[in-house]
């Protein structure tokens, strides 16, 4: 494991998260498989992989916000030394504890309620605050986000707002009650990219204004490399490689993360062709025998026929590959 | 809001031109007689002719259409076949009838379908859904006036604890109104409920799925919560819209529950005037029925928009 010497300002420690889905007529598939990673207070981490690589799941896994027929099966979860798989705590730090940015703002919005009323519900839930002391949070709260004419527009409902001021929205709730640790899912996919560019700003400056960690998921390698301390990357259910920015970068390691920092479209160079990863994820019921990237790797040898293990190789910097 | 309210409102011509139209083909294409039920089988064939020519239904349809047309617009409904009596006071007395009925009953049916359609669709593909869902299509499928008749057997005749029918108005006795209108109004609330609770549901199921639930409870919001404040009011949206067509198959059925109880309404005005041939009693009992459904439809729908504020214009914003 590369978690094994954590350091002690460790906030969240995954140990081993296992989830699968349960399934009428087949075997459970995995969604993630032995997943191990830690956010260390203050820190922004990226989680990164294709979408249906497990990376969402293993997010909502850790609020108890998996879908009907999705299971942790195995692992531990230790937030703050609490362990959250052990009884019913993952609901109770909701909100509170552990908060969640959503992806495609707009429907993660209810229609039909004031975005000020939205933003304040996690303090009417967790807060016992009265109405009139809300309306004045919610007000420094969306003017911390950089929602022009805040107090005003708290009364707007989601439809009056822009995608981007939506997503600020949505930042302004996770942040209401002041949680240390805070899971954005994908939270500038839906939108342009010079707002995209606005919402990571924002989540880097309310780091290093609240101190809250991050944990952010994106399918975008180049986008998280821009912020992130550390980068994990997920494939197939798997992590396949971890280290910081830097270790990920430029002493990239992992076949399928060299694919994914060739394939992110740069401005510069021949653009006729855009550069892809051949061939598809596998489907979670899929079984594979050895390595679950061999199918798509441009570098598979014979080893690849045995599943490798994450293998730490230098200070932080991990591995999932026989040929790395 | 007001716009739309004056186009709704405008639309009403139409429908009514087209629905009277209908009608006034439909009364004189189906087999009888107006002169033969009014006068009798023994009446002569000269009554008959003359009967027909008094009251000019011996002239083209589109002419009569027309008259007709023309004199109830300017309120005048004509008169009886069966007894002179003017038509349009007659339908007036009895609207207040019909729409305490309609609108009681329809309350029930509103009152059983929300919390039932809430539950089942909260608890979806559970035993209580499957419960519910089944009481629906019960409900549902059940006819009004053998409900009725149940109802009577029931609750009048076995425990006696309430009155077989008739109507006596609120105004003179509210305790005699409401024991008597009771039973029509379950008899026609429920059976409408059948539908009603299965729209709540799949409202309900449809609302459940969307992202902002998830949000919520993201947040840490409870179930109780979770239902009334963020699936209630948009699952009502819906499902008012889809109410305000049901209430029209409830007016309808409130031609047979009136009759079973006995109550004066406009529906039974509607039974004479088919029975009678009486055209003008049944003209204006049928487009009285129009019109009260194109009114209600209005309403609800007007209801469903004020609920959503997608569609209310608001002070400032994009």
Redesign the interface.
């Known amino acids: 494991m590369t978690d094994s010497g954590l350091a002690p300002e460790s906030l969240l420690e995954v140990e081993g998260l296992t989830i699968v889905l349960r399934h009428r007529h087949r075997p459970p598939a995995s969604i993630a498989r032995d997943v191990s990673f830690h956010v260390n207070a203050g820190e922004i981490v990226g989680l990164i992989g294709e979408s249906g690589s497990g990376k969402t799941m293993t997010a909502k896994s850790l609020i108890g916000l998996l879908p009907d027929r999705m299971d942790v099966v195995s692992g531990r979860v230790r937030f703050r030394g609490r362990d959250l798989l052990d009884g019913d705590d993952p609901a109770r730090v909701r909100g509170r504890d552990i908060a969640l940015i959503p992806q495609d703002a707009l429907h993660a919005l209810n229609p039909v309620k004031t975005i000020g009323w939205q933003v304040g519900e996690p303090l009417q839930v967790h807060g016992g605050l009265r109405r009139r002391r809300i309306a004045s949070v919610v007000g420094d709260l969306l003017e911390r986000v950089h929602i022009p004419d805040a107090r005003r527009r708290a009364v707007d409902y989601p439809h009056q707002f822009s995608g981007g001021m939506q997503q600020r929205a949505l930042t302004a709730m996770a942040l209401s009650m002041e949680p240390p640790l805070i899971l954005a899912d994908e939270p500038t996919t839906a939108l342009d990219v010079t707002i995209q560019a606005e919402i990571i700003d924002l989540i880097g400056e309310l780091r290093d204004a609240t101190g809250a960690s991050f944990l952010f998921i994106s399918h975008d390698l180049a986008l998280v490399s821009s912020f992130c301390d550390r980068i994990y990357v997920m494939y197939a259910g798997e992590i396949v490689e971890s280290g910081t920015k830097d270790a990920i970068f430029s002493h990239t390691r992992h076949p399928y993360t060299r694919a994914l920092i060739g394939a992110a479209p740069r401005l510069a160079g021949n653009p006729e062709r855009l550069p892809t990863i051949p061939g598809r994820i596998p489907r979670p019921h899929e079984e594979i025998r050895g390595c679950r990237f061999r199918e798509r790797c441009p570098d598979a040898g014979t080893a690849c026929g045995e599943a490798p293990r994450l293998e730490t190789a230098d200070g932080d910097h991990a591995v999932r590959c026989w040929y790395a | 809001m007001l716009a739309l309210v004056f186009w709704r409102l405008a639309s009403f011509i139409p429908t009514l031109i087209v629905a009277s139209a209908i009608l006034f083909v439909a009364v004189n294409v189906v087999p009888g007689s107006a002169a033969l039920s009014a006068l009798g089988i023994h009446a002569t064939p000269q009554a008959l002719k003359r009967f027909e020519h008094q009251h000019g239904l011996d002239r083209p349809l589109a002419v009569q259409y027309v008259e007709w047309a023309g004199k109830a617009l300017q309120g005048d409904f004509g008169t009886s076949f069966q007894n002179a009596v003017p038509v349009g006071p007659e339908v007036r007395k009895r609207i207040p009838v019909t729409l305490q009925l309609a609108g009681m009953a329809f309350v029930v049916a509103i009152v059983l379908a929300i919390p039932l359609g809430v539950v089942a669709g909260f608890r979806h593909q559970t035993g209580t859904d499957g419960v519910v869902t089944t009481l629906a299509t019960l409900f549902g499928s059940t006819p009004n006036f053998w409900l009725a008749t149940l109802l009577i057997w029931f609750f009048s005749l076995k425990m006696g604890w309430l009155p077989t029918g008739g109507y006596i108005p609120f105004g003179e006795d509210p305790a005699g109104n409401l024991e008597r209108m009771l039973l029509p109004c379950i008899a026609l609330g429920v059976v409408s409920s059948g539908l009603l609770i299965r729209i709540m549901r799949t409202a309900v199921i449809e609302v459940m799925s969307?992202?902002?639930i998830?949000?919520?409870?993201?947040?840490?919001?409870?179930d109780l919560?979770l239902v009334s404040?963020?699936v209630l009011?948009?699952a009502l949206?819906p499902f008012f819209t889809v109410s305000a067509v049901e209430f029209g198959f409830l007016v309808g059925s409130v031609v047979i529950i009136e009759d079973v109880f006995r109550i004066p309404g406009i529906g039974s005005l509607v039974l004479v005037g088919i029975i009678n041939r009486d055209y003008p009693v049944l003209l204006a009992a049928a487009m009285t029925v129009t019109v009260i459904v194109l009114i209600v439809n209005l309403i609800v729908d007007l209801a469903a928009q004020v609920?959503?504020?997608?569609q209310v214009r608001?002070g400032?914003?994009?």
Do not use: L, W, Y
């Not at chain 2, 998830?214 to 840490?220: M, Y």
């Open positions: 969307s992202n902002f998830e949000t919520a409870r993201s947040k840490g919001v409870g919560r404040f963020h009011r948009n949206i609920i959503d504020p997608r608001t400032h914003g994009s």
